[in-house]
């Protein structure tokens, strides 16, 4: 007759210093349902795709550097470039949002379509550009605080790491994605930004655009490397990081307003527009200042303090938004490992304590784990954006290809095995494929042209993640078929049950023991193992006198060891036993009032249940026997 | 009917690569009974009251330095009044050997005459000591072979580090204290300091003896210091390190032959003269060669390639065995620190777990512990005998006036109360009195003169062992009062046994579990804590079918909680009990082949016996459930 209790009245558990960190307990009932229209779904979003655009032209110039400042004027055309890609990348993406209604990420449209290796792949991608993500804006975001206030470049790492901690706080109380707090930021630095280009398109017009004043020393390399191939497409591989982010609108369809596929759509291409407008706009204007791509001022800064003629408040609007924003970015990797990770848990491919939600019902570990991970990365790398770059972008792009691809599988498939195939499949296959090879292309264009700087550790990486996964995967399958109960019949009869009592000394612990030990059956051996034949005498004497007519075993140890002897002792029992038998090993365990105090005793049950936990069929119970302290 | 295994035939239990790297076992029966005579326990027992006259004299200096070169004259004067002070204390400690034939350290003279107090005090006072012993010698030993290949200067800590780490494996594989090897180095040492005395003072007498040559730079103070009683009272606290283990022998008296007293009396004296000798004689060479305290160039070695003339055959050897009688000196605290702490913890003021012998029959423990202790200091003073100086020997004198000050009043207790007092009691009562006032003393001027360079330090820490001392005990004591069986009466019958078996789903591990359960009561419930109903109604069909008819309860969770609605049933059910009731909580346990995948599986039951472990009359069994893996 199974009861169930409910906890009633529903009273959040009890936590003080917890509750008034992170807010009081949330009950599962609490999840939000509430959607998000066009404008505020722009601003949630859009945060991760936008806010490259504040790295993504300086670290094209300082790959051209290389080859003089003269080759600055490559970066436009590259720029050009890289936005038809997201032209491509966009319509895309836009196929998979009305093919994916309930979400439709890199992760699970691989694994629709291409099967558990290519998600695993997906998903190590993803989880790893979640992680550079995180360091790379917060980095960035570090950058320009210290573009505008000089005297914070030597905090820099301490000051990112500070980012990365709040936005870990903020996250682990739990942030309503559909807040329209989030809004603000991103208008604002929409605002700021076109207040700057525009204002910087006019003087150009008129003529009257300066060039950056006291710009910082450009680090060139002594010998001045010829303009190859190489090195523009090494520039084309740096500046497509302004791409990163563009899925994330694909990964959070359900958030939308019915119709949401179409809404998200809308907000998709609107999104594009603008990172494409922003981010030509930012390449054209730095190269007519002559911004110098700098680790002490960031190009924003300079192009801001030219526009404005100073480090004047709109100078000051600029850089505040532009940190802002990043930090945004960063928030939106926060809200996307976990998610991903929880995804891979419940698919069994990562550690099932993932899925969890705390008790602000976010999932809490993946947080602490990708906090943990991007702010190791920013203290190796020094909070430079310039030395996270060669890592960054690798992963967006291998899950882009796959996630193309996918899309053109299922096209080819629909359109093949269905009755009455998608309207135009052919068109939408040939786009999608088209997607595929173009990122599938500029992935092997990152991984040659940054694989001396750092990008061999991406690619060590990512198959070490995926070995980790199928790993973790093949674990919890065979533990799954260990403990299923198919074929597993009626269980064995309980046969004769054994209990060994070890004592070390007959006092009221020993007693109290061995009355449990009685309880459980009536065979029972106490075991004393021997360092001092006179002291086994007195036990001895004692024993006789309140053992209570138990069987005891002196174990002689010549070489002083307390646990070998009696392991060999508990062995011989165990291999001796018939089937069915059950051994149990009852340790008398002291409980001193205060923890400090475990180290003045010999932690004899604790090893005794770490020896003992591999053998099969024994049992160790703790008979705790608390002290209390007057 | 106790009955008595021995493990015959008594092999040495398997543990390859601890037999490899310290030897096999040793069983009790094979401790050594061996004793030795005056020569050998003159090696044996001299090398760290010898080893002193390595810094004694250099330390003087050092202080001297404060007010000039010129103030270097009252170095010899100084070392004259040590001298006197030295053979104050030899005549006192005469006593205490015959008085102690069993041995007589200031701690067991303090506890038999002076109370528990005194006796803690002097314990922590000889176990600082015994550290900074180490960190002092091994510091000397490096600055020694720094000196005399400077190339080496540079890594005088990892030199020093490495020095305690083959001194404590040394004493981890278990010296053979009686052998002849220990004589080599210290006979060497007297050797090589005779040769160089005897040539130097050659040299002085016929007026050969030069300055030093291209002497280290003196660093001292802009301002000079004038010459006051204090700069000669500091000089002389420094100095009186010449004096620290000569208590060694009353601590080793039984390791000598018959009569033993005699024997260790003879010694005692005869290592007093030697080390008179050896400290004047380098302290008027030091000062007639104008030798310079210095970090970078001991003062020996001034002497030495002055006496010599170069860093020649003999220059070398001086240097080889003052360092490594500086190691033997180290080797010696390594032989007295944990047998020290074991006599400490016996009585129950340390661990008692420093009283176990480890395989090779020496107190492991207690060498770990000093190992660790000494090579942190090394390591915080940059292995730098000159900031060292001020920590030490404050312990030492402090323990010479418990010694001296318990013996002078077990004379007067001899003397007033035994029928037949001993001979001249009254003399030797005055002696040690003098001796008790005289170190007394010394010590006041240690802590006054050394206060602010770091003796404060060792004022602070020796009242926080003794705290800690008595707080151990007072654990103890309490501990073995409530486990006393006094007033214990007959055991209560046994009642009723509860059981409750929580369970996330239903497997063969949780039917296992099941098993167990059943065998150790019939009353036994069964409880699920429920995130999500569907899967609690899955669960509960699943249980209908296999849990055998027995009850059981679930749990609403609405806060996603696993532990804690647990915890709040276990608790209930707990305080509603019968008195005799017992309550065992029966978890399955998953046990993975390897032991990473732990962190793959919430670790409930560890978790459910940490919070039950400070309820009394509940027991926590866990039924491990071994996977395993093809």
Redesign the interface.
Known sequence: ???????TP?Q??RRPWRTRLFGR?????DAPHQTIGKGLGLAVFASDALSSTAYATQEILLVLAAAGTAAFSYAFPIAGAIVVLLLIVTISYEQTIHAYPDGGGAYIVARDNLGQIAAQVAGAALLSDYILTVSVSVSSGAAQLASAFPALYEYRVPLAVSLVAFVTFVNLRGVKESGTIFAVPTYCFLAMMVVTLGVGFWRYAIGQLGQVVDPPPLETPRELASLSLFLILHAFSNGTTALTGVEAISNGITAFKEPRSHNAGVTLAWMSAILATLFLGITFLAGHTGAIPSEGETVISQLARTTFEGRGLAYLGVMATTTLILVMAANTAFSGFPRLSAIQAADGFL???LT????RLVFSRGIVVLAIASALLIVAFQASVTRLIPLYAIGVFLSFTLSQAGMTLRWRRMGRSLERPPKGWRWKMALNGLGAVLTALVTMVFAVTKFQEGAWVVLLVLPAFVFAFLA?RA??R??AE????QH?GA??Q?GR?RVILPIS?????T?EA???A???SHDVTAVHV??DPAE?ERL?A???L?G?GV???????????LL??LL??ITSIADERQPNE?L?IVVPQ???RRSW?N????QTALFL?MAL??R?G?????????????
Chains 1, 2 share one sequence.
């Open positions: 007759m199974p009861e169930t209790l409910p906890s529903f959040p558990p307990p949330l009950a599962t009932a550690p099932r304590q969890y939600r705390g008790s973790i674990h919890y065979v533990t260990q403990l299923s109960l597993y269980p064995p309980s049950h000394n007959v006092h009221r612990g007693l061995l009355r449990y009685r309880a459980l021997s360092l086994a001895r004692k024993w006789d309140w209570d069987r005891l075993v002196v174990l002689d140890s010549p070489y002083r060891l070998e002897p060999d002792y059950t149990t002291f409980v001193p105090q180290v003045l005793h010999a249940r936990l591999f099969r024994i049992v160790v119970t703790n008979v705790p026997y608390q002290l209390t302290e007057p």
